[in-house]
Structures are given as C-alpha cells and as structure tokens.
C-alpha cells in the first residue's frame, strides 16, 4: 500500500464549476501538508501548505486537512481553463524533510 | 530574486552511461532535494543535501550520488544508466538554519532519456 493515494483521473470539468481533489494517507506522523500544481513538462508549483488540521484559503483555493480521518482536499471555485494541469498532494512528517507525494490528479477544465 | 534553476533541459544517453544534472538553489536557499519523477507518477525522493552534506535519502540505489557545494548548487550524478532510469529530474530547494526549512520550491526539471 502506498503511503499517499492520490485518484489520476483524468477529472474534466466545464469552466466555472467547483473542482474537489482529495488525497488519503496511511501514516499518522506527516503534519504539513502541500499541494503543487504542475503544467505539461514543467516542475511543480507550490499552491498551499498547511500544518496539521484545518482550512486555509487563498483565492480561488482552499485546502482541508482531517488528521482524523488522514484525508486532506483541495477545492477550486470558479474554474478556469488556465487552471488544467496536474494536481499533486504532497505530505511530509518534519518541516524540511523528504517530501511523500501522491501519484497526481490530471484535470482539464473545458472553456 | 532568482528562483531554482536546473541543467540541461533535456539529456539523452545510452545504457551504462554515466551523467550529471545540475540544480542552482533559490537565493537565500541553503537545503536541496532531488527527486525522480516517472510520466503518469508523482515524484520520489532521491536525497536531500543540507550546507553540503546528505541530509537523508530515499529507496534508490548508491549508483545515484550527489554534491552540495558551498554556494548550495547541487550536482546529480547517475552511474550506469538503465532504461529505468528514464525520468524527469527535479530539484528543490527551501531555506533552514537546521536543515529544517520548510517549502520546497522546484526547478523546471531535467528530462532525462535513456535508450
């Protein structure tokens, strides 16, 4: 069992819906909490990082973290087809340690 | 402020090659990690160097070896290259007093071919 599953998708939606990417983990001891957003080739691009339970909004953005559950999700309003790209939750157990990542979530968002 | 910056963009070589990629750290950065990410998958942790010294590693073999320098760029060496190995390389970096600094801020990568 991988420590972080992440749904690939591919997840397709049209312009202006409310997007829901959702991560699960098996391990207790991860305590901040990421997502990257990363276009076709290029690397990864910090969108949220959040320390253990809780929400934290910005913008069009919002990340929940259920330690409780070990579920963390991230929810985008107002899609945009600027915004297809792949989504990847990532989690790591100490500031600064090795990052653990899911496998990515490939959204498409169709004007 | 100029962000993580990696060499050279694309690389293609042969099985049992040798080959080096190289990361710049983000100014002010002094932690970096390298991870290797297969197409379709997320990335896997490579190692992490912090003021030049490996600061933990991940499930890959002593053939990947690495280089801090004091200037904080990093070099990724990859001895006898497999098919496998074929991946993009990614390299972050994040800021620390302690090796512990938090975000980790990504290069563009390294797609590297081996045939």
């Known amino acids: 069992q991988k420590e972080v599953e992440q749904d690939p998708g591919p997840l397709s939606v049209p312009e202006g819906a409310i997007v829901s990417l959702n991560c699960t983990y098996s391990?207790?001891?991860?305590?901040?909490f990421m997502w990257y957003r990363q276009y076709s080739r290029k690397g990864p691009e910090l969108l949220m990082y959040?320390?253990?339970?809780g929400n934290k909004e910005d913008g069009r953005f919002t990340a929940q973290v259920d330690k409780s559950s070990k579920y963390i999700s991230l929810f985008i309003r107002d899609s945009q087809p600027s915004d297809s790209a792949t989504y990847l939750c990532?989690?790591?157990?100490?500031?600064?340690?090795?990052?653990?990542f899911g496998q990515g979530t490939e959204l498409s968002v169709k004007p | 402020e100029t962000g993580v910056t990696q060499s050279p963009t694309h690389l293609i070589k042969t099985r049992g090659q040798q080959v080096t990629l190289r990361c710049s750290s983000q100014?002010?950065?002094?932690?970096v990690s390298w991870y290797q990410q297969a197409l379709g998958q997320g990335p896997q942790f490579i190692f992490q160097?912090?003021?030049?010294?490996?600061?933990g590693r991940g499930n890959f073999p002593p053939r990947f070896s690495g280089l801090q320098f004091p200037n904080y760029s990093s070099e990724l060496n990859v001895n006898a290259l497999e098919l496998d190995d074929s991946a993009l390389y990614l390299c972050?970096?994040?800021?620390?007093?302690?090796?512990?600094?938090?975000?980790?801020?990504f290069g563009p990568g390294t797609r590297l071919t081996v045939l």
């Open positions: 990532a989690m790591m157990r100490n500031q600064g340690g090795k990052l653990i």
């Open positions: 160097y912090y003021r030049e010294e490996e600061n």
């Open positions: 972050a970096s994040s800021p620390g007093s302690s090796g512990k600094g938090g975000t980790q801020y």
């Open positions: 391990n207790s001891a991860f305590q901040y």
């Open positions: 959040t320390y253990s339970s």
């Open positions: 100014s002010g950065h002094n932690t």
